[in-house]
Protein backbone atom coordinates (compact mmCIF):
# COMPACT_ATOMS: atom_id res chain seq x y z
CA UNK A 1 0.00 0.00 0.00
CA UNK A 2 1.51 3.81 -0.79
CA UNK A 3 2.08 6.08 2.42
CA UNK A 4 -0.35 8.92 1.61
CA UNK A 5 0.50 10.54 5.03
CA UNK A 6 4.23 10.87 6.70
CA UNK A 7 5.00 13.14 9.62
CA UNK A 8 8.77 13.17 10.16
CA UNK A 9 10.07 14.16 13.50
CA UNK A 10 7.62 16.84 14.31
CA UNK A 11 7.13 19.27 17.15
CA UNK A 12 5.04 22.46 17.85
CA UNK A 13 5.12 24.42 20.90
CA UNK A 14 2.83 27.36 21.97
CA UNK A 15 4.07 29.94 23.37
CA UNK A 16 1.98 31.61 26.08
CA UNK A 17 2.32 35.23 27.88
CA UNK A 18 2.90 34.57 31.55
CA UNK A 19 2.80 31.41 31.00
CA UNK A 20 5.42 28.42 30.42
CA UNK A 21 5.29 26.95 27.03
CA UNK A 22 3.26 24.17 26.38
CA UNK A 23 4.63 21.50 24.26
CA UNK A 24 2.18 19.99 22.66
CA UNK A 25 3.99 17.49 20.11
CA UNK A 26 7.38 16.11 20.79
CA UNK A 27 9.52 14.40 17.87
CA UNK A 28 6.45 12.55 16.39
CA UNK A 29 6.92 10.36 13.22
CA UNK A 30 4.78 8.08 11.52
CA UNK A 31 2.83 6.91 8.57
CA UNK A 32 -0.07 6.09 6.95
CA UNK A 33 -1.05 4.09 4.05
CA UNK A 34 -3.69 4.03 1.31
CA UNK A 35 -6.97 2.68 2.59
CA UNK A 36 -6.30 2.55 6.47
CA UNK A 37 -8.34 3.83 9.47
CA UNK A 38 -5.52 5.37 11.39
CA UNK A 39 -6.17 6.39 14.78
CA UNK A 40 -4.52 9.05 17.05
CA UNK A 41 -5.58 8.15 20.65
CA UNK A 42 -5.32 9.49 23.90
CA UNK A 43 -6.56 11.41 26.52
CA UNK A 44 -6.99 15.58 26.49
CA UNK A 45 -3.68 17.27 25.79
CA UNK A 46 -1.79 14.18 24.49
CA UNK A 47 -1.59 16.19 20.89
CA UNK A 48 -3.98 14.76 19.24
CA UNK A 49 -5.94 17.94 17.89
CA UNK A 50 -2.76 19.54 17.49
CA UNK A 51 -1.52 16.94 15.34
CA UNK A 52 -4.26 16.62 13.27
CA UNK A 53 -4.63 20.49 12.88
CA UNK A 54 -0.62 20.45 11.25
CA UNK A 55 -1.80 17.24 8.81
CA UNK A 56 -4.18 19.71 7.54
CA UNK A 57 -2.01 22.43 6.69
CA UNK A 58 -3.80 24.67 9.73
CA UNK A 59 -0.87 24.76 11.75
CA UNK A 60 2.94 24.98 10.86
CA UNK A 61 5.17 22.63 12.82
CA UNK A 62 8.12 24.22 14.66
CA UNK A 63 10.70 21.43 13.54
CA UNK A 64 9.82 18.36 11.04
CA UNK A 65 7.82 18.09 7.99
CA UNK A 66 4.33 16.67 7.02
CA UNK A 67 3.73 15.21 3.72
CA UNK A 68 0.18 14.53 2.33
CA UNK A 69 0.04 12.33 -1.03
CA UNK A 70 4.04 12.84 -1.21
CA UNK A 71 3.70 16.90 -1.43
CA UNK A 72 4.77 18.94 1.35
CA UNK A 73 2.17 20.71 3.42
CA UNK A 74 3.69 23.42 4.69
CA UNK A 75 5.07 24.52 1.46
CA UNK A 76 2.63 23.32 -1.16
CA UNK A 77 -0.77 23.63 0.59
CA UNK A 78 -3.18 24.79 -2.49
CA UNK A 79 -1.70 21.88 -4.30
CA UNK A 80 -3.15 19.19 -1.66
CA UNK A 81 -6.02 21.08 -0.19
CA UNK A 82 -8.66 19.54 -2.40
CA UNK A 83 -7.69 16.15 -2.05
CA UNK A 84 -8.32 16.14 2.04
CA UNK A 85 -11.22 16.51 4.01
CA UNK A 86 -11.65 17.83 7.44
CA UNK A 87 -14.29 17.64 10.15
CA UNK A 88 -13.17 19.56 12.93
CA UNK A 89 -13.29 18.75 16.52
CA UNK A 90 -16.35 21.22 17.04
CA UNK A 91 -19.45 21.19 14.80
CA UNK A 92 -18.37 24.28 12.36
CA UNK A 93 -21.36 23.70 9.79
CA UNK A 94 -24.20 27.19 9.37
CA UNK A 95 -26.45 26.51 11.71
CA UNK A 96 -29.11 28.42 9.88
CA UNK A 97 -28.63 26.58 6.79
CA UNK A 98 -30.19 23.23 5.67
CA UNK A 99 -28.52 20.08 5.42
CA UNK A 100 -29.09 20.36 2.06
CA UNK A 101 -28.22 24.25 1.80
CA UNK A 102 -24.83 23.40 3.87
CA UNK A 103 -23.73 20.34 1.58
CA UNK A 104 -24.18 23.37 -1.45
CA UNK A 105 -22.51 25.31 0.00
CA UNK A 106 -19.10 23.19 0.84
CA UNK A 107 -19.59 21.55 -2.97
CA UNK A 108 -19.66 25.67 -4.07
CA UNK A 109 -16.25 26.31 -1.80
CA UNK A 110 -14.51 23.55 -3.70
CA UNK A 111 -15.65 24.59 -7.10
CA UNK A 112 -17.96 21.13 -7.99
CA UNK A 113 -19.83 20.92 -10.89
CA UNK A 114 -22.81 19.19 -10.95
CA UNK A 115 -22.77 17.71 -7.59
CA UNK A 116 -26.31 17.07 -6.84
CA UNK A 117 -26.13 13.25 -8.05
CA UNK A 118 -23.33 13.25 -5.56
CA UNK A 119 -25.16 15.01 -2.43
CA UNK A 120 -28.32 12.26 -3.08
CA UNK A 121 -25.38 9.23 -2.45
CA UNK A 122 -24.39 11.27 0.79
CA UNK A 123 -27.56 11.75 1.67
CA UNK A 124 -28.90 8.43 1.54
CA UNK A 125 -25.28 7.24 2.93
CA UNK A 126 -25.77 9.54 5.93
CA UNK A 127 -29.10 8.54 6.42
CA UNK A 128 -29.90 12.22 6.42
CA UNK A 129 -32.55 12.31 3.26
CA UNK A 130 -35.56 12.22 5.31
CA UNK A 131 -34.20 15.42 7.06
CA UNK A 132 -32.66 17.32 4.05
CA UNK A 133 -34.96 20.79 4.56
CA UNK A 134 -34.19 20.73 8.51
CA UNK A 135 -32.24 23.30 9.76
CA UNK A 136 -28.68 22.22 11.41
CA UNK A 137 -29.21 23.99 14.68
CA UNK A 138 -32.43 21.73 14.68
CA UNK A 139 -30.19 18.25 14.16
CA UNK A 140 -29.51 16.01 17.17
CA UNK A 141 -25.61 15.74 17.97
CA UNK A 142 -25.32 12.62 15.84
CA UNK A 143 -26.78 13.79 13.04
CA UNK A 144 -24.71 17.08 13.07
CA UNK A 145 -21.97 14.76 12.38
CA UNK A 146 -23.05 12.62 10.23
CA UNK A 147 -24.04 16.46 8.33
CA UNK A 148 -20.71 17.36 8.90
CA UNK A 149 -18.98 14.15 7.54
CA UNK A 150 -21.26 14.51 4.09
CA UNK A 151 -19.79 18.27 3.85
CA UNK A 152 -16.22 16.83 4.59
CA UNK A 153 -16.84 14.18 1.41
CA UNK A 154 -18.44 16.39 -0.92
CA UNK A 155 -15.79 16.39 -2.93
CA UNK A 156 -14.89 13.14 -2.90
CA UNK A 157 -10.82 13.60 -1.39
CA UNK A 158 -8.49 11.00 -0.46
CA UNK A 159 -7.79 11.23 2.57
CA UNK A 160 -10.25 12.82 5.60
CA UNK A 161 -9.26 14.13 9.18
CA UNK A 162 -11.78 13.45 11.59
CA UNK A 163 -10.95 15.21 14.97
CA UNK A 164 -12.70 13.62 17.74
CA UNK A 165 -15.73 12.93 15.37
CA UNK A 166 -18.25 10.80 18.21
CA UNK A 167 -17.02 12.82 21.03
CA UNK A 168 -20.49 13.85 22.81
CA UNK A 169 -22.66 11.93 20.63
CA UNK A 170 -24.78 9.12 22.15
CA UNK A 171 -23.70 5.38 21.67
CA UNK A 172 -26.18 4.28 18.88
CA UNK A 173 -25.08 7.14 17.15
CA UNK A 174 -21.70 6.17 17.52
CA UNK A 175 -21.94 2.92 16.48
CA UNK A 176 -23.87 4.19 13.23
CA UNK A 177 -21.32 6.65 12.81
CA UNK A 178 -18.48 3.62 12.61
CA UNK A 179 -20.70 1.89 10.13
CA UNK A 180 -20.58 5.07 7.66
CA UNK A 181 -16.71 5.12 8.10
CA UNK A 182 -16.78 1.51 7.28
CA UNK A 183 -18.23 2.59 3.98
CA UNK A 184 -16.22 5.48 3.30
CA UNK A 185 -12.98 3.02 3.71
CA UNK A 186 -14.81 0.56 0.78
CA UNK A 187 -14.78 3.83 -1.60
CA UNK A 188 -10.86 3.89 -1.51
CA UNK A 189 -11.16 6.79 1.21
CA UNK A 190 -8.27 7.04 3.75
CA UNK A 191 -9.34 8.28 7.00
CA UNK A 192 -7.23 9.46 10.21
CA UNK A 193 -9.18 10.19 12.89
CA UNK A 194 -8.20 11.15 16.79
CA UNK A 195 -10.68 9.42 19.16
CA UNK A 196 -10.23 9.42 23.45
CA UNK A 197 -11.93 6.43 23.09
CA UNK A 198 -9.72 3.50 23.29
CA UNK A 199 -12.98 1.12 22.18
CA UNK A 200 -12.58 3.07 19.10
CA UNK A 201 -9.49 1.80 18.79
CA UNK A 202 -9.85 -1.34 18.63
CA UNK A 203 -11.72 -1.34 15.25
CA UNK A 204 -9.16 1.21 13.95
CA UNK A 205 -6.21 -0.30 11.19
CA UNK A 206 -3.66 0.82 13.41
CA UNK A 207 -3.23 3.23 16.40
CA UNK A 208 -0.94 5.83 17.45
CA UNK A 209 -1.27 5.99 21.52
CA UNK A 210 0.38 9.61 22.50
CA UNK A 211 0.66 10.98 25.69
CA UNK A 212 1.62 14.64 27.00
CA UNK A 213 2.84 15.15 23.28
CA UNK A 214 4.69 11.64 22.96
CA UNK A 215 4.04 8.39 21.38
CA UNK A 216 3.76 5.99 23.25
CA UNK A 217 3.53 2.72 20.62
CA UNK A 218 1.72 2.69 16.88
CA UNK A 219 0.86 -0.44 15.46
CA UNK A 220 -1.95 -2.84 14.59
CA UNK A 221 -4.41 -2.93 17.77
CA UNK A 222 -3.74 -6.92 17.87
CA UNK A 223 0.13 -6.50 17.99
CA UNK A 224 0.20 -3.90 20.62
CA UNK A 225 -1.93 -5.99 22.77
CA UNK A 226 0.45 -9.22 21.93
CA UNK A 227 3.63 -6.90 22.61
CA UNK A 228 2.77 -6.19 25.93
CA UNK A 229 4.42 -8.41 28.52
CA UNK A 230 3.10 -7.48 31.80
CA UNK A 231 0.31 -9.92 33.21
CA UNK A 232 -3.29 -8.46 33.79
CA UNK A 233 -5.43 -9.43 36.27
CA UNK A 234 -9.56 -8.86 36.23
CA UNK A 235 -10.73 -8.74 40.01
CA UNK A 236 -14.68 -9.31 40.54
CA UNK A 237 -15.55 -7.96 44.20
CA UNK A 238 -18.78 -6.64 45.68
CA UNK A 239 -17.26 -2.68 45.94
CA UNK A 240 -14.91 -2.09 43.22
CA UNK A 241 -14.27 1.00 43.96
CA UNK A 242 -13.25 0.66 47.35
CA UNK A 243 -11.36 -2.11 45.76
CA UNK A 244 -8.76 -0.13 43.29
CA UNK A 245 -8.63 2.55 46.29
CA UNK A 246 -7.20 -0.35 48.45
CA UNK A 247 -4.97 -1.68 45.77
CA UNK A 248 -3.56 1.45 44.39
CA UNK A 249 -1.48 1.36 48.23
CA UNK A 250 0.37 -2.22 47.07
CA UNK A 251 3.79 -2.11 45.80
CA UNK A 252 4.51 -3.91 42.31
CA UNK A 253 1.23 -2.64 40.55
CA UNK A 254 1.97 -1.25 37.39
CA UNK A 255 -1.75 0.27 37.14
CA UNK A 256 -4.78 0.12 38.99
CA UNK A 257 -8.21 0.69 36.68
CA UNK A 258 -11.89 0.06 36.94
CA UNK A 259 -13.97 -1.01 34.03
CA UNK A 260 -17.35 -1.10 35.35
CA UNK A 261 -17.75 -3.94 38.19
CA UNK A 262 -14.32 -5.46 37.91
CA UNK A 263 -10.82 -4.12 38.39
CA UNK A 264 -7.85 -4.59 36.12
CA UNK A 265 -4.43 -4.57 37.66
CA UNK A 266 -1.20 -4.57 35.74
CA UNK A 267 1.56 -6.22 37.64
CA UNK A 268 5.17 -5.41 37.26
CA UNK A 269 7.78 -7.78 36.40
CA UNK A 270 8.42 -10.47 38.60
CA UNK A 271 4.74 -9.77 40.81
CA UNK A 272 2.93 -12.77 40.74
CA UNK A 273 -0.62 -13.52 40.72
CA UNK A 274 -0.43 -15.75 44.06
CA UNK A 275 1.51 -12.00 45.48
CA UNK A 276 -1.41 -10.02 44.39
CA UNK A 277 -4.28 -12.51 46.10
CA UNK A 278 -1.75 -12.16 49.34
CA UNK A 279 -1.94 -8.15 49.22
CA UNK A 280 -5.55 -8.43 48.61
CA UNK A 281 -6.20 -10.76 52.16
CA UNK A 282 -3.99 -7.82 53.99
CA UNK A 283 -6.06 -5.13 52.35
CA UNK A 284 -9.52 -7.17 53.44
CA UNK A 285 -10.50 -7.00 49.83
CA UNK A 286 -13.04 -10.05 49.72
CA UNK A 287 -12.06 -11.00 45.56
CA UNK A 288 -14.97 -13.20 44.16
CA UNK A 289 -13.14 -14.01 41.57
CA UNK A 290 -9.72 -13.35 40.26
CA UNK A 291 -8.53 -14.66 36.80
CA UNK A 292 -5.47 -13.50 34.42
CA UNK A 293 -6.62 -11.85 31.21
CA UNK A 294 -5.53 -10.84 27.88
CA UNK A 295 -4.65 -6.99 27.85
CA UNK A 296 -6.96 -4.65 26.54
CA UNK A 297 -5.52 -1.39 24.64
CA UNK A 298 -6.46 0.59 27.80
CA UNK A 299 -4.92 -1.64 30.10
CA UNK A 300 -1.44 -1.12 28.05
CA UNK A 301 -2.64 2.78 27.82
CA UNK A 302 -2.51 2.82 31.36
CA UNK A 303 0.56 1.07 32.30
CA UNK A 304 2.54 2.54 29.79
CA UNK A 305 1.37 6.00 30.63
CA UNK A 306 2.26 5.11 34.02
CA UNK A 307 6.04 4.79 32.66
CA UNK A 308 6.04 8.08 30.69
Known sequence: MNTVVRVADVSKTFEQEGVAPVRAVIG???????????????????????????????????HG?????????????????????????????YPDLTVDENIDFFAEIHRIQDFLARKEELLAFTRLTPFRTRLA???????????????????????????EPTTGVDPVSRRDFWKILSDVLKQGITVVMS?????????????????RGEMITCDKPEKIRDQFTRSVVEIQCDDPRHAAAQLRQLAGLQSVQLFGNRVHVVLQEGITSKALARGLKTLGVDAQSMKQIR??????FMSESANS
Open 28 to 62: LNLQVKQGEIFALVGPDGAGKTTTIRMMCGLLKPD
Open 65 to 93: SIEIMGVDMAAQRDEIKHHIGYLSQRFSL
Open 137 to 163: DQLSGGMKQKLALACTLIHTPDVIFLD
Open 195 to 211: TPYLDEAERSTRVALLN
Open 295 to 300: PSLEDV
